[in-house]
Structures are given as C-alpha cells and as structure tokens.
C-alpha cells in the first residue's frame, strides 16, 4: 500500500466527478463535522457531474443575508458581547494601537530614509515582520504556516520557519520577579539560575537553572500579561470569522468559526503549564507502557516548583532535529531519527487520549545519547472516538480493496455534506484507485 494512499485518495475524490450524490434533501446548512485535535473541521467533497449516469444532482440553493433569522442575529450578538467582556474594557484600544506600531514600523522597512538603503519589498518577507511584531497570537499563527507545507505557498513557508526560532527575549528583572512570586526567593530552590535565556518563544521563555540538589533544570517562565493579549487576539479573529459567515451564510460549510473557536480554546489552554506538567507526566508513562524510554523521552517535571505560570523541569541536552550537521555527529543514521519520531507520534495517537499538536522542528530535540527529546505539551489533540472509528475502518478497506467499506467510512468520518448513495460512492473510490494504480511511480515519489 503506498505510503501516502490515504490523502492522496482523499485529495483525488475531491477533484473528480462522481454520481454518488443524490438530489439532496433539505438538512442544516452546517455540513457533518469532523473532529479533529479538538477542532470541528468540516472536509467537503464537492463533486461535479456523473461519470456513470445521466442524472446531474441538483446544487443546493446559496443562502443570502436575507435568510437569517433573528435567532441566529441574537446568537451572534450573545458572542459578540461575550468576546468582549472575557478580552475586557482596555483590549479593544491598548491592541488597536499595538497594531498601527506594528504595521507602521513594518512599512518603514521598505520605505527608503535619507542615508539608508530601503529593503527589497517582498510579501512574504513583510508578512513575516508584521506578525512577529503583532506579538505571541501572531507568532503562533505563523508557526502554523511554517509548519503546513501543503496549505501554504512554498515562499511563506519557507520564511514563516523564522517564527520558529525565537521572539524577543524580555529583560531579567522581569522574569525574575515573575519566579519569585510564584515559587517564592529563588535562593530557596535555585543555587543558579542563568539570566540569559536558552529560548525565548511567543508565550514563555526558558532559562538554564540548578536546584539547590544538584539537578540541572530549565524553568520555562510565563510572560506578563500575555494572557490579556492572547484573549483580545483570539476573541477578534472568532468573531471576524462569526461576522464573515453571517454576511456570508455560504461560507457556514467551511466551518470557519467553528475552527476559529477551537484555535482560541486550545491556545488558551497553553496558558496553563499545570496542565503542560500533567502532559508531560502521561506521555512519559506512555513511553514507559510502550518500553520506548530507550529511544525517546521527554522531561521529567519538578511538580513542587511548577505553577499555572512557571514550569521546572529536566533539561535535556540536544540538538534541533534540522541541525544536520550537529546530529551527524551524534549518530550516523539521522533518518532512523526522523522515523523513530513519527513512529512514536503515531503510536502516542492510537494508545493515549491525546497527542502532541504541536510537533516541528523546534519541539523535537535529538539528545547527546542519541535518543529523541519530545519537549512543549502545551497544545495537545484529541481524535473524536466516532472519527478514530471510521479512519481504522477506513485504513481496513483500503487494505481489502473493499471500496465499498471506504465509502461508509468516509460518510462516518463527516467527509461528505450531502445525502450519499455509498455503492455509488464506492464504485467512484473504485475508479480514482484504478486510475492512481496507473500513476508512474517516478512521478509518485517526487515530494516524498
């Protein structure tokens, strides 16, 4: 079975035409969801004309502004003021002028001034400055261009990889006392801590310490009032994206808000490191439960000196899983590194109730004993009991060529929006597989 059949077969029934649908009966303009790290995605397939029959399904009518009612006017409201009110009072103007610093400083960079040369203006370049400046939301968003290759054009991916790097660290004096109301003197826990940062990321920042036993440790330290910023950030993206699908009702089978939504609720969450601590903690009894602790761990966490603000825990030793040269010299076969990674990852998907979601570059680590480091369990995703059903049932048919098994289990999954006639469906399955059997395998393997 080919490594990538799965996408590449959703991908192509997504393109192709298909006599599976049926004249659709009237249903709720939301289209069926598929939950998916805790976040309702809607995957439509929008098929054309028939190959096999005469018969075109009649489209579903385009809803208008006109066809809102006041019940759904009311809720939108209800989001509206509850946005509001959970980013407060000072949101609105204090990231409203953030946001003209950001952009005009931005411009700046490509304006020519008198003795300087102006910067080239490129787009994905701007883009890039524009939401580092923006602050922690925005650098979060682009951490997800960086790491989605396949929704996102090359360039931007490419310099949205900066994002992972770091963001400006903040002075010592800050972070100092953030530690010290938390855990109390730091000379009651700590003999040294360093004030230059290891890293510094959009919501925290991490310095090098040891306990006054003698353990080495980091301390990943909160940064002040981000949870103020992140609020004001998130609560607007939402309700942009409410506004736009109530303008908009055709837009409503994108799930827009509904992503939106679960974006907010899961990148809130990172604000909790107790929560971080108890990921943690599950995922090393999960390597232990898998006996994996010989070529993958994560950090032990110091539960005594961890807080909702302030996270203590093993350092571990290592090299980022991009710096060829650095893990050349700690083994001779990187790629048994890579794949030792996605085995564990998948395996972390199919045995615990959550999973990392937020795996790149920058949150795995490759350690001086050669075993891979999984660091970050701020943002975890869970799979949907119904969903994780159907995609076993799914990788099940594919195995037996049972088409039409593939066909139930994609309508389970939530992967169609309107009324299927599944032997239909699968005889079109049927014909995509027979037409990706054809496919060069040359051609196959570019990419991979």
Known sequence: MPKYQLSALIAALAASSSNAFSTPKPMPWQASPLRIAD????????????????????????RTLRDRSSQEAISLLRDIVQAAFDAGPRAAPSRTLQAYIAVSRTLQDFVPRPGQKAEEFSAPVALRKLFERLGATYVKLGQFVASSPSLFPKEYVLEFQKCLDSTEPLEWNIIQSIIEKELGPIGDNFSFIDRTPLASASIAQVHVAKLRTGEEVVIKVQKPQIDDLLKADLNFIYIASRVLEF???????????AVAGDVKSSMLEELDFE????????FRQFLREQELRELVTAPRVYEEMTTKKVLTMERLRGVSMVDAESIRSITNDPESLIVTALNT?????????????????????V????????????????????????????????????YEGMAKAMCNMGATDADVDVKKFGRDIEQVMVDMSKVSPDVAAVGV
Request: proline share 5%; no cysteine.
């Open 39 to 62: 976040a309702e995605v809607t995957t439509s397939l929008f098929m054309s004309s028939s190959s096999t029959t005469t018969k075109t399904p009649t489209p579903r009518p385009k």
């Open 247 to 257: 303008l908009q009702p055709d837009f409503e089978r994108t799930s827009l808000s």
């Open 275 to 282: 929560k971080e601590a108890n990921n943690i903690e599950e």
């Open 345 to 365: 990852w998948t395996s972390s998907v199919m045995n615990m109730p959550w999973f990392h979601a937020d795996v790149h570059s920058g949150n795995l680590l």
């Open 367 to 402: 350690l001086e004993d050669g075993r891979v480091g999984f660091i970050d369990f701020g943002m975890v995703g869970r799979v949907g009991e119904k969903t994780f059903k159907a995609v076993s049932e799914l990788s099940s048919s594919m195995a037996m060529n049972d």
